[in-house]
Structures are given as structure tokens and as C-alpha cells.
């Protein structure tokens, strides 16, 4: 996908960032979403999961590609047993079970699906890594998890932007882990902070524009120590 001069692609986040698939697509805000989903899964039983996977059997792509996002450990163990190159199927987006499992935030399916042959970098349509998806909705613990495995620190989306970018444009003021996320990145010893999206903007500027955190990012500005001259 081509952008055109000027196109900054976080302010599209910030306006449009509930169009990014994660599972079914969705018209509410955030903030509604994350709402709506809470109160959802507030009633849903075990018996809720067994009839949706019964629906889904006989289609073992979209099952596990569900079961990655709903944190179904067990349904991804014997899917990926059952058929090993199902770790790497994705949506008409891009999105692979990784990618799905990243977003949502469960480590431990993350986990699977790499010990199951999953790569730690696919790419979407839109050119975002599963570390890409973690740092956007601040998923602390699955990027730690990701950057472990090897995943690429720097990697840019089609639009420029690098995990950095995104975990510096969060300003979901709920969102506890998005200063984690920012100091779990900014501590990287191979970390790239002056790289620039599509729109030119540096991750730190980004912060600065956007952000409650810019201060994090003195941990990786250029220091002057100041000695007393003893005449």
C-alpha cells in the first residue's frame, strides 16, 4: 500500500484505530468495544466456548484462529497436533492466530503457537508484526515474550511505523501497561529510536504530540555529564 506525502498514519489510529481488525470487524469506538467485550465475557460459561468451537469443528482455520483470540489453550494444542501448518493460516486481513493471541494478551497461546513452528514475524496486509499488534494495545507481557524469541525489534509497517511508534501513541488513559510497554522497548539495547514513520515523525515526537509518557524517552537521549573544572 502506497501513502501519500503527509500521510500520518497514527492520526488515522487515533480516529479509525476500532477499524483494525482484531477478530470480527467493528463499528464501536474503543472504548465501547472493550466495554462491550468485558460485559460479554462476563457471561459466558464453558458451556458458550463448547458450542461456538462445535460450530466451528469442521472448519479448523477459523477455529484456531478464534480459539488464539479467546485464549482456548487446549483447542490450539490439539488443532496445531492435529495439523501443524496451522500455525501459519491468517484472515483475509493478514492476521495470523500469533497476531490474534498478541493482541489479546495470552502469553501462554503465544507460546504455543511459537513452540508449534509459529514464525515470531508474520506479516499482515497492512505489513504489522505480532509485536506491532502487542505494543498497540499494550500487551507488555507478550512482547517481552515475542522480543525473547527473537522477534525484529525495529520492523516498520507498510506506513513507517515501528512498535515504538505505536506503543508511544497509546494514550488510553486506563491502559496500566502502556508506560511498561514503552520502558520494556526503550530498554532494548538494539532499539532504533530515530527511526521515522511514512509521516516523518520520530517515536519521540510521536510521545511529545500525543502522550502522557514523553518523559520515558530520556532513557535514551543523548546525555552531558557535567564535571566541576578545578582550577
Known amino acids: 500500500m502506497e501513502f501519500p506525502e503527509h500521510f500520518n498514519q497514527l492520526e488515522l489510529l487515533d480516529t479509525h484505530g476500532h477499524l483494525i481488525p482484531r477478530g470480527a470487524s467493528s463499528l464501536w469506538t474503543e472504548e465501547e468495544e472493550e466495554e462491550e467485550e468485558e460485559e460479554e465475557e462476563g457471561c459466558r460459561g464453558k458451556d458458550w466456548y463448547l458450542e461456538k468451537e462445535e460450530t466451528l469443528k469442521d472448519e479448523p482455520k477459523l477455529l484456531i484462529l478464534w480459539a488464539a483470540q479467546n485464549s482456548r489453550l487446549a483447542t490450539v494444542h490439539r488443532l496445531v497436533t492435529a495439523d501443524p501448518s496451522l ?15 498478541a493482541y489479546s494478551g495470552h502469553v501462554d497461546v503465544v507460546s504455543a503457537l511459537i513452540a508449534a513452528g509459529s ?9 504489522w508484526t505480532p509485536l506491532h499488534s502487542a505494543c498497540r494495545w499494550s500487551r507488555v507481557a507478550v512482547a ?3 522480543l525473547q524469541h527473537g522477534a525484529e ?10 512498535p515504538l511508534h505505536l506503543a508511544a ?6 491502559r496500566t501497561d502502556s508506560p511498561r510497554t514503552l520502558e520494556l522497548l526503550l530498554a532494548q539495547r538494539r ?11 520520530t517515536a519521540s515526537e510521536v510521545s511529545w504530540r ?3 509518557h514523553h518523559a ?4 535514551v537521549e543523548d546525555c552531558v555529564t557535567v564535571v566541576p573544572f578545578d582550577s
Do not use: I, W
Open 153 to 162: 525489534l525495529n520492523a516498520q509497517t507498510n506506513g513507517g511505523l515501528t
Open 87 to 101: 500455525v501459519h493460516c491468517c484472515d483475509e486481513d493478514g492476521y495470523t492466530p500469533l497476531h490474534r493471541a
Open 216 to 219: 520515558l524517552f530520556e532513557m
Open 191 to 201: 532499539l532504533k529510536p530515530g527511526l521515522r514513520s511514512g509521516s516523518g515523525e
Open 169 to 174: 501513541s497509546d494514550t488510553t488513559p486506563l
Open 119 to 127: 514464525r515470531v514475524d508474520p506479516r499482515t496486509a497492512d505489513g
Open 144 to 146: 517481552s515474550f515475542l
Open 210 to 212: 500525543t502522550g502522557p
